[in-house]
């Protein structure tokens, strides 16, 4: 990936930018550098988002390359299919996880097909950005996990940053992608601070954030800083954990993920949506149709439970906790240590 | 520059929509006997010689081609068709309105269009005939896939004429639709955004009176489905679809007005489905033959004859090569058609992304050992 970071940019390298600050500095990089990239959503205008994602591209870049767009995802997704296939590349935002629901049709019957059916001659590189994920307090419908979704749908790549870093050079190469991203960003992560490096592995690969040898915590996204914690707990408790950030659920890293799992002999997959037919469940089932000869115990899954996104009092219960993941590694069939 | 202009209402804005859209009566010039209406001006372009001959014969081999569909259809080499059979006009009128250069966005049942367009008509079943989706390069002849789920290729038809006028291309874009397709949500944002942005979209309703089995009056409460146009502060406009020349005449005005950036147009052309809704379907189940011999004397093609007929266009020669133009289509599609078609399983795998992902690597390998595997067990059964 080649990023450049503009003058302002260079300036700011060693101090701490927050994960919505580097979203917008890849979208900023990435229009500066193609003006086929045109930035367009619900209120990402003069606002610049309710995030602040897009703050100032408006004011930067014209009302041409970053506009809002009338309130209907169907729409929105639509009129990027068609600009797309007309040579531009849309980034898209829908304002919240379970409002890109409307979406859904023109995403899985064309976003996701178009390339196959045209047997390559329509290719669309439209990315799909959607805040998601709960711990933010939001009210019903704007905490949802919604990857399961797009996971689900072949012909899309599904990615997520859970790191500052990450966002920038994972939305880069998105955007410069012929394929189409839906790029799910981690709403409670979006004020966690970092300094920016722009340089990153590609799509596709995921990454050891903590090296251990006693068992694997897989996770992306928001629950990649729980996975953390919990390793630094679990030191207490005698385990050594190694936690793996996937990055990309689409493709998968199936290379990363069982090098770590075949180390370790034991894993928990951790997520924010519901187990039950989730992504955790495909994860668990690769990695034991892959590592069952290495595995000391049953892959472990830690998730939201089976049930509508619970209102903010009650969140705490639903989201994968510190304990909850320590609970897991502990029932991973110790006994012969 | 602004993008998200506001329609202009002191401008050139809407000189065919506003003035007319709230009389349902559909804009008719050429009736159903072939008698000229006179509201044309002698000198329109629709009128001229040359033109009127190019039209009809593109009807003449445009139905040849449908009914050539539907008999192969009935043997079992293709897996299904729906016929436009007496919507001719829409199909081909529109077609002969827009530049090479603009977008088109048909749904399943516009393969006469295409071939209108000039796209290979083989390519243009492939779809229906099961070979892949879509058998044609549609950056080549800027014809977007085949559409099937209903009305969602309204916003890309509106994504992609906003595209053009940001790139400063005169390019148009026209969306085709069923009455059917009016009802789905995607045809009304499609609108809506097109009217926003003033975008240079046509979006032409096939209103054929039915969607499958349901009769439009199921479909909507509205006098007419232009007046939707209305509500989008958005042209609109009723024409006889069945008339070729009224439709080429306010496809040619919607293009022209786009063109000059005045924005998007809605255009309702009154015709009717003379066949079942696919060669699956049973259309004695919902209506009656009367209905189907009311229109029968509506026909398209046979309106344009009489009136070239009247004019003496219509010489032996003209007829003459129009007619074997059109079974050469026939046998030409026979014979293609007659022929299995090629199949590659290693397609199923080619075009999902950009480059495989080591998964779809692992699949596709998976399927080649299994197909090599049986290939040896057929040869060591011989
Ligand atoms: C979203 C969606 N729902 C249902 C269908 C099934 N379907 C195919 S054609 C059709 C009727 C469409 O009628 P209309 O829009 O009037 O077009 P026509 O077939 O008359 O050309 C239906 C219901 C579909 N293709 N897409
Ligand atoms: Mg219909």
Same mark, same amino acid.
């Given at each position: 990936m080649t990023a450049t970071l503009d003058a302002a940019g260079r300036a700011a390298q060693n101090t701490e930018i927050s994960l919505a600050q580097a979203v917008n500095r890849a979208l900023r990089d990435a229009m500066t550098a193609d003006e086929k990239v045109v930035v367009f959503g619900e209120d990402v205008g003069v606002l610049g988002g309710v995030f602040r994602v897009t703050d100032g591209l408006t004011r930067d870049f014209g009302e041409q390359r970053c506009f809002d767009t009338p309130l209907a995802e169907a729409g929105i997704m639509g009129t990027a299919i068609g600009m797309a296939m007309y040579g531009y590349r849309p980034v898209v935002e829908m304002q919240f996880d379970a409002f890109s629901y409307p979406a859904f049709e023109q995403i899985a019957s064309h976003l996701a097909k178009m390339r196959n059916r045209t047997r390559g001659a329509l290719p669309l590189p439209v990315v799909v950005r959607v805040p998601y994920g709960g711990g933010i307090g939001g009210v019903e419908h704007h905490s949802d996990s919604s990857e399961g979704y797009f996971v689900a749908t072949p012909g899309l790549h599904v990615v997520t940053p859970a790191t500052v870093s990450d966002a920038y050079t994972m939305l880069r190469a998105a955007i410069e992608s012929d394929d189409p991203v839906i790029f799910m960003e981690p709403k409670r992560l979006y004020w966690s601070k970092d300094v920016l490096s722009t340089t990153g592995p590609e799509i596709g690969r995921a990454a050891i954030r903590r090296q251990g040898t006693d068992a694997t915590l897989i996770a992306y996204g928001p629950t990649v800083s729980t996975a953390l914690e919990t390793a630094e707990a679990a030191r207490a408790e005698g385990y050594d954990l190694e936690v793996v950030?996937?990055?990309?659920?689409?493709?998968?890293?199936d290379e990363t993920v069982c090098a770590s799992v075949r180390k370790t002999g034991r894993a928990v997959v951790i997520h924010e949506a519901a187990g039950f037919g989730g992504t955790g469940a495909e994860i668990a089932a690769r990695v034991s149709e892959r590592c069952f000869h290495w595995l000391e115990a049953p892959v472990r899954r830690v998730t939201g439970f089976d049930i509508p996104y619970p209102p903010p009092k009650l969140e705490r219960h639903h989201l994968p906790s510190v304990d909850r993941i320590l609970d897991a590694v502990a029932s991973l069939q110790w006994e012969d240590r | 520059m602004t993008v998200l202009a506001t329609p202009d209402k002191t401008g050139s804005g809407f000189p065919l929509g506003f003035d007319t859209i709230l009389d349902p009566s559909p804009l008719q010039y050429l009736d159903e006997h072939g008698?000229?209406? =006179?509201?044309?001006? %002698? %000198?329109?372009?629709?009128?001229?010689p040359d033109r009127l001959l190019a039209t009809w014969r593109a009807m003449v081999v445009g139905r040849r081609f449908d009914v050539q569909a539907t008999t192969m259809v009935r043997q =079992?080499?293709?897996?299904?068709y729906p016929s436009s059979y007496g919507q001719e006009a829409c199909e081909i009128g529109a077609m002969l309105a827009l530049r090479p250069t603009d977008w088109f966005f048909p749904t399943y049942r516009d393969c006469v269009s295409m071939v209108t367009r000039g796209i290979d008509p083989v390519e243009a079943l492939t779809l229906l005939r099961g070979d892949w989706h879509c058998g044609y390069d549609p950056q080549r002849w800027r014809t977007a896939p085949q559409c099937t789920p209903l009305a969602t290729q309204a916003p890309h038809a509106a994504g992609l004429a906003h595209a053009a006028r940001l790139a400063g291309d005169d390019t148009v874009a026209l969306a085709f639709c069923g009455d059917g397709g009016t009802s789905e949500g995607d045809f009304h944002e499609a609108l809506n955004f097109a009217a926003v942005y003033q975008a240079p979209a046509i979006f032409f309703v096939q209103n054929n009176q039915y969607a499958i089995s349901v009769p439009l009056a199921k479909q909507t409460h509205?006098? *007419?489905?232009?007046?939707?146009?209305v509500g989008y502060g958005m042209a609109g406009v009723r024409v006889d679809g069945n008339d070729v020349i009224a439709v080429q005449h306010v496809v040619g005005e919607a293009a022209a007005r786009a063109r000059a950036g005045g924005g998007p147009t809605l255009i309702e052309a009154v015709t009717y489905r003379?066949? *079942?809704?696919?060669?699956?379907? %049973?259309a004695s189940r919902y209506r009656n033959d009367s209905e189907v011999e009311y229109w029968k004397p509506r026909d398209p093609l046979a309106r344009l004859e009489a009136y070239l007929k009247a004019c003496g266009l219509l010489t032996d020669a003209v007829v003459a090569e129009a007619d074997q133009a059109a079974e050469a289509l026939a046998d030409d599609l026979r014979t293609r058609l007659g022929e299995e078609p090629e199949v590659d399983h290693r397609d199923l795998f080619r075009h999902v992304y950009a480059r495989p992902t080591p998964q779809l690597l692992e699949q596709a390998a998976g399927l080649q050992a299994e197909l090599d595997a049986a290939e040896l067990d057929a040869e060591a059964g011989r």
């Open positions: 950030d996937l990055r990309s659920i689409v493709p998968f890293d | 008698a000229l209406s =006179g509201v044309l001006r %002698d %000198d329109a372009p629709e009128l001229a =079992g080499r293709l897996a299904v509205a006098a *007419a489905l232009a007046h939707k146009a003379m066949q *079942a809704h696919t060669n699956a379907d %049973d």
